[in-house]
């Protein structure tokens, strides 16, 4: 569970205006955090089964929304995932 201040950082980082929430680089930036918050759960308890799927349902997620950007939107998506990894989350 992504605390609100780590939630609130990534919104004013990767929004478009102000206020924004909802676009598909906020969207993807916060699901990769949350994968990356789930992935470090799962190594410290391997066998959480329950939560690896719901890792697996999120990288899901973060991978359609990012087929999405890229269809509609090639140089953000570039530029969303070089932020991204300059920022280790991919």
């Not at 980082?13 to 205006?17: C, S, T, W």
């Not at 140089?75 to 991919?90: R, T």
């Given at each position: 569970m992504l605390k609100k201040q780590t939630k609130d950082n990534i919104v004013l980082?990767?929004?478009?205006?102000q206020g924004d929430t909802g676009s598909s680089e906020v969207q993807i930036?916060?699901?990769?955090?949350?994968?990356?918050?789930?992935?470090?759960?799962?190594?410290?308890f391997p066998k959480d089964f329950h939560s690896r799927q719901g890792l697996l349902?999120?990288?899901?997620?973060?991978?359609?929304?990012l087929g999405y950007l890229k269809?509609?939107?090639?140089?953000?998506?570039?530029?969303?995932?070089?932020?991204?990894?300059?920022?280790?989350?991919?």
């Open positions: 980082k990767f929004a478009r205006f930036a916060i699901l990769s955090q949350r994968i990356r918050e789930v992935a470090e759960h799962l190594k410290q349902k999120l990288v899901t997620t973060r991978r359609s929304f269809r509609t939107d090639l140089p953000v998506h570039d530029k969303l995932l070089a932020s991204l990894k300059s920022e280790g989350l991919m």
